[in-house]
C-alpha cells in the first residue's frame, strides 16, 4: 500500500511542471529523500542544496545560529548537526510542520527551536552568534532579470533586512540569487559602521551555478 502511494506521489511530482525540474534534482536537495521527506511547492524551488547547506553549516560550527527563514528545512537540519544550537523560524505554520517532519528524517529534530514567526517582529528578542538569511527571491522567475538587486528581496528590501539583522549581530549569512548585483553588497559591508569585512562564496553543484553566499563578519576583535 505504501509503496503504491509512494509511485502516486512520484507520478505527480514527476509530472507537475511547477515541481518536475526540483523533483529530479531531489536527492541532491535531500539525499534522505527517500527516507520520508516532505515539500510544499514553494519548498520545492527555495529548498537550500544538501552539499551546499552542509559547507554553510561548516562555517557555522559550535555557535549558536538563527535560521531568520528556515523553509523546510534545508540549512536547519545541516545546523543542528554542527552548530551549539538553532533557532528555526519561518512565518508559515506548514513550513514548520515539514521542517519538523525532515529534520525528524535526520534525526536532529530535538537539537532545534522551531518557532512560527515573522522576523522582522522576533528581531528584536532574538540573540545569536550567527544569523542566517535566505529570503524568498520572488520565485523561480528571478534569473529573468539580468542583475537582481538587493530591493527585490522579500518580505522586505534588502537593506531593511540587513539592518534588523545588524541589530543582532554583524556576522550575516546571506543565500542570494547566482545574478545579485555583487557591488551592492561590497556596498552593505562598507557602509556599515564600522565597516564589515564580506566574503563571497560561489555555490555550485556539478559544475553548475545555483547561488551565491554572502559572509559578512566584524572585522573588530
Ligand atoms: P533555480 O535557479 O530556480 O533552480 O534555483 P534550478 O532549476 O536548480 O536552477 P538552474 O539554473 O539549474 O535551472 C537555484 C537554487 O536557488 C535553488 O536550488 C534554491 O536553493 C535557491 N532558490 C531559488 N529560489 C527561487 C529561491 C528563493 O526564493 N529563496 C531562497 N532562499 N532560495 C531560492
Ligand atoms: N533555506 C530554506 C528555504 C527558505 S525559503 C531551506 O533550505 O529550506 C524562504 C522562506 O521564508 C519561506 O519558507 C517563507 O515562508 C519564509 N518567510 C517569508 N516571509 C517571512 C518572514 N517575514 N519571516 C519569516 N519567514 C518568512
Not at 189 to 198: K, V
Amino acid at each position: 500500500m505504501k509503496k503504491e502511494a509512494e509511485s502516486l506521489i512520484e507520478k505527480e511530482h514527476g509530472t507537475n511542471p511547477k515541481i518536475s525540474r526540483y523533483w529530479i534534482q531531489r536527492y541532491d536537495l535531500f539525499s534522505k529523500y527517500d527516507q520520508g521527506i516532505e515539500m510544499d511547492e514553494e519548498g520545492w524551488y527555495s529548498v537550500t542544496p544538501e552539499e551546499i547547506a552542509i559547507k554553510q553549516a561548516e562555517r557555522c560550527r559550535g555557535k549558536v545560529v538563527i535560521d531568520c527563514f528556515s523553509g523546510v528545512g534545508g540549512n536547519t537540519i545541516q545546523f543542528a548537526k554542527v552548530c551549539s544550537s538553532v533557532i528555526a523560524i519561518d512565518i508559515d505554520p506548514m513550513k514548520i510542520a515539514l521542517a519538523m517532519n525532515n529534520a525528524k528524517v535526520y534525526g536532529v529534530a530535538n537539537r532545534i527551536d522551531f518557532v512560527t514567526g515573522d522576523f522582522m517582529q522576533l528581531a528584536p528578542s532574538l540573540k545569536g552568534d550567527v544569523l542566517f538569511l535566505s529570503p524568498p527571491w520572488g520565485g523561480p522567475t528571478y534569473s529573468k532579470v539580468e542583475s537582481y538587486k538587493l530591493d527585490m528581496l522579500l518580505p522586505r528590501d534588502g537593506y531593511s533586512l540587513f539592518q534588523t539583522a545588524l541589530s543582532i549581530t554583524p556576522n550575516i549569512i546571506m543565500f542570494l540569487p547566482k545574478n545579485i548585483d555583487l557591488a551592492q553588497l561590497e556596498e552593505l559591508a562598507c557602509l556599515s559602521s564600522p565597516p564589515l569585512t564580506l566574503e563571497i562564496e560561489e555555490n555550485s553543484i556539478g559544475g553548475e551555478i545555483k547561488a551565491i553566499t554572502a559572509y559578512f563578519s566584524s572585522n573588530v576583535v
